[in-house]
C-alpha cells in the first residue's frame, strides 16, 4: 500500500447516513450528561490521562471547549429535562468565564476567541445571557491587546515587550470570529479592522508553495516585517503539523464568510487538497501529515484534526458553486463515518471523553514542545466531533464562530 490514499480512492469511501449520525449525537449527548456531575463547574483538563480527563479548574486555553460541548449538548437534546440540565450546567459555566475575564487569569494570550466564542458567544446566541455578552466582549478587547499595528497581526504567546514572541500561528484563525462577533454587536469597527488586517498578514504568509502550512510565522522584532516560518507542533519546522493544516482549512472558510475575499477561496482548496492528499487508510490523519501507512507502529494519529477538517469542509461548502459544495460534503461524510466507527467513544468505562486517539503535542528531536496528551482524547476533538455532527445534522445550524 502506498503511504497516502490518492483523492480517487477517498472517493470510493462510504458515508455516514442519517441514522448513524442521530445515533453517535445521541451517544454524545449521554456522555456529556454523565460527566456534568463531575464537570458541572469544574472544567476538565487539555487532554485525557489514559483517556480519563480529571476536573480541574478554568485556567487553560481549552476551557471554553467543555461548555462549547455542553451547549451543543444544550440545543441537541431531545428530552426537555436534558434541555434544563445542559442549561442550567452551562449557566454556571458562563459564571465562571466572566469572573476568569475580569480578574485576568491566564488570559495573556491570543486564545481568547477559543476561550469564548464556544463558551460565551454560544450562550449569547442560544439563550440571550447578558452575563455571555458581557465576558464575551471584554475577552475581545483582551484579544484587541496582543494586536501589533506595525506588522498588522495578532500576536500569539507571551509577553508584548520580548523581542522574541513577535509571532503568529495559523491557530489564531479561530480566534478571529470573536472580533467580528465583537463588532456586531457593539457596532465598533476597530476590532474587525484588526481582524482583518491579521487575517490578511496570515494569508500573505502562512500557506506555502506545496500548499501545506507553516504552524508558525516569526516577525523581525524592529521592523515586524516576516522574519521566517517555523513550527512548535510539528515534527519540524519545514513538515506539515496535521491540526496546523485543520485550522488552516476551518480557518480561511471561516476568513471567506466573514470577508468574501475571493482569493481565500483558492487557499482554502489548496490547504484543502494538501490534507486529501495526506491521509491513510481508515481517513484519519496522522499528528503530522508527514507520517502515513506504515507508521502506525511509532506515530499516533490526530482525530481531532479530522473532525476540524470536517467542519471547515461543511462550513466552506455553504459558499461554493453546487458542485464543489456537494463534493466537500461527500468527503465530510466519509470522514465522518470513519470517526463514529473508529474513535468514538461508545462505552463510559472506556473513557469520559468523547473522540479516541487525539495528539495535542509529540515531543521530537526538531520541535520545541513537550510531550503531552499523546495519543489521548483531546477536548477540541471532543468539541468539534459534536460542531460536526451538528452541522451534519443540521446544516442551517447558527454556528458559533
Ligand atoms: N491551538 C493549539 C493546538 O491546536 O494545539
Not at 92 to 120: A, M, N, W
Amino acid at each position: 500500500m502506498e503511504k497516502w490514499l490518492t483523492i480517487q480512492q477517498i472517493e470510493q469511501y462510504p458515508e455516514i447516513n442519517e441514522q448513524q449520525q442521530k445515533e453517535a449525537m445521541a451517544q454524545c449527548i449521554a456522555q456529556v450528561k454523565h460527566n456534568l456531575p463531575a464537570f458541572e463547574t469544574h472544567f476538565p483538563a487539555a487532554n485525557s490521562e489514559n483517556n480519563f480527563y480529571t476536573p480541574g479548574i478554568n485556567t487553560d486555553w481549552t476551557s471554553g471547549f467543555w461548555t462549547g460541548e455542553v451547549w451543543l449538548a444544550y440545543e441537541n437534546a431531545l428530552e426537555e429535562e436534558d434541555r434544563r440540565l445542559f442549561k442550567e450546567a452551562g449557566d454556571k459555566q458562563v459564571d465562571s468565564f466572566l469572573e476568569r475575564i475580569r480578574i485576568k487569569h491566564y488570559v495573556d494570550h491570543h486564545d481568547l476567541g477559543f476561550l469564548y466564542t464556544p463558551s460565551c458567544v454560544s450562550a449569547y446566541k442560544l439563550t440571550g445571557s447578558e452575563k455571555a455578552k458581557e465576558a464575551a466582549l471584554m475577552a475581545a478587547d483582551q484579544l484587541m491587546t496582543r494586536y501589533r499595528p506595525k506588522g498588522k497581526y495578532i500576536q500569539a504567546w507571551g509577553p508584548m515587550d520580548t523581542p522574541e514572541n513577535h509571532r503568529l500561528i495559523i491557530d489564531c484563525l479561530l480566534n478571529i470570529p470573536l472580533l467580528y462577533w465583537a463588532t456586531d454587536i457593539s457596532g465598533d469597527i476597530r476590532y474587525k479592522e484588526v481582524a482583518e488586517n491579521h487575517i490578511h498578514t496570515t494569508m500573505k504568509y502562512i500557506v506555502r508553495d506545496d500548499d501545506s502550512t507553516w504552524h508558525t510565522i516569526m516577525f523581525n522584532p524592529e521592523t515586524d516585517e516576516f522574519s521566517h516560518g517555523a513550527t512548535c507542533q510539528g515534527y519540524k519546522d519545514s513538515s506539515a503539523w496535521a491540526r496546523g493544516q485543520t485550522w488552516g482549512i476551518y480557518g480561511t472558510a471561516i476568513a471567506y464568510k466573514n470577508t468574501g475575499r475571493e482569493e481565500y477561496l483558492d487557499y482554502f482548496r489548496r490547504v484543502s487538497g494538501y490534507f486529501l492528499r495526506h491521509l491513510p487508510e481508515d481517513l484519519c490523519p496522522f499528528w503530522d501529515l508527514g507520517f502515513g501507512n506504515g507508521d502506525e507502529a511509532e506515530q499516533p494519529r490526530d482525530s481531532s484534526s479530522a473532525a476540524i477538517a470536517c467542519c471547515g469542509f461543511l462550513e466552506m461548502s455553504k459558499y461554493l458553486p453546487e458542485k464543489e459544495a456537494a463534493y466537500y460534503q461527500s468527503i465530510a461524510r466519509k470522514l465522518a463515518l470513519s470517526l463514529i466507527q473508529n474513535y468514538q467513544v461508545t462505552d463510559v468505562s472506556v473513557s469520559n471523553g468523547q473522540l479516541l486517539h487525539g495528539t495535542y503535542a509529540k515531543k521530537t528531536p526538531y520541535n520545541t514542545c513537550a510531550n503531552s496528551g499523546v495519543d489521548e482524547c483531546v477536548i477540541w476533538g471532543d468539541y468539534f466531533f459534536m460542531e460536526m455532527l451538528t452541522r451534519l445534522m443540521r446544516p442551517d445550524w447558527n454556528m458559533y464562530w
